[in-house]
């Protein structure tokens, strides 16, 4: 199949079949004339910041086919494109950078990693005993590809792992959601990996924070909206918190998330590591190739009616 991508790595467009025209937007100021882009890749931005005129011009596309996201997330691109267009997603490629941030602000947590970078500039010697990761039990909410990425990492630490998921999978010894607030106040840590759709929206709120025992901790390295920033704000310190995404985002500076007790937090940066770009970028010159050759793309989340 012919017709004109537009990418954002130059690999992509040098090994392009010859039937497709390439050319290259990385971001910034978006080519004046992409009327006869029939597939769009959009530039992956390492946080949500800056991204809107990436999707601008999703309007000035009207022989748009394929809309390709390299992020795992798509809720912010639904509304923009029409019933005829596919939607493919980067599921998979974020696995393993999103699952090394989700044990890091794990560990950053459990054994107070800010608190000794603050001391140690401070010049002050002040050892306490520590919080473990081994023998925890850590419930992962959203037990798909990267959920399961994360649970590789922690089972090495003498962990047991509460899964989660939308629908229950006995198989697997995967809980449905429905099930979540029975198995709360039996765990120390819950790492929430789940998209935001309508029924995620402020899945954790006041209710899940009661929930659960007094020092646990909540991970979230999926969507901020999936938390409910107020009733996280409500625990003054109760139950602990690392998050590399909040609601909203960016954080506006007078925020009282920033100095709120026993929160951490990183600036939504957890799937952009090192590990991911090579992976993107083969993803996509077979994405690519699929497309030239007419085959089934990869990771549509949306078909094209």
């Not at 520590?130 to 419930?139: E, F, H, K, N, W």
């Not at 790492?191 to 020092?215: K, M």
Request: proline share 7%.
């Amino acid at each position: 199949m012919g017709g004109r991508a537009l990418v954002q790595w130059e690999q992509n467009r040098d090994n392009a079949p010859e039937a497709l025209h390439v050319d290259l937007y990385a971001g910034g100021a978006a080519p004046k004339e992409v009327e006869d882009v029939t597939f769009y890749q959009v530039p992956y931005a390492p946080s949500t910041q800056g991204v809107d005129e990436r999707l601008d011009i999703i309007g000035r596309m009207p022989e748009l086919r394929v809309l390709q996201l390299v992020s795992a997330g798509y809720d912010q691109v639904l509304d923009l494109i029409p019933d005829h267009v596919t939607l493919c997603n980067g599921r998979g490629l974020h696995d393993a950078s999103t699952a090394e941030h989700a044990l890091a602000l794990i560990l950053a947590a459990q054994r107070e990693l800010p608190r000794w970078a603050i001391d140690q500039r401070e010049r002050r010697w002040a050892p306490t005993p520590q919080r473990s990761l081994t023998d925890s039990r850590v419930m992962i909410v959203g037990h798909g590809s990267i959920g399961a990425a994360i649970e590789r990492r922690l089972l090495p630490f003498e962990t047991e792992v509460v899964r989660v998921a939308r629908r229950a999978r006995p198989e697997e010894s995967v809980h449905a959601i429905d099930d979540m607030h029975a198995l709360l106040p039996e765990v120390d840590i819950v790492v929430l990996v789940t998209p935001l759709t309508e029924t995620t929206r402020g899945l954790f709120g006041s209710r899940e924070f009661s929930l659960l025992r007094d020092d646990a901790l909540v991970v979230n390295v999926g969507r901020g909206a999936v938390l409910d920033t107020d009733a996280l704000l409500a625990q003054n310190g109760r139950v602990r918190a690392a998050l590399d995404v909040t609601d909203p985002e960016p954080l506006p500076v007078e925020h009282p998330l920033w100095e709120a007790p026993g929160v951490y937090f990183t600036p939504h940066v957890a799937g952009g590591a090192a590990a991911f770009y090579p992976r993107a970028r083969a993803f996509m010159d077979a994405q690519l190739a699929r497309w030239a050759a007419g085959e089934p793309l990869a990771n549509v989340v949306r078909p094209g009616r």
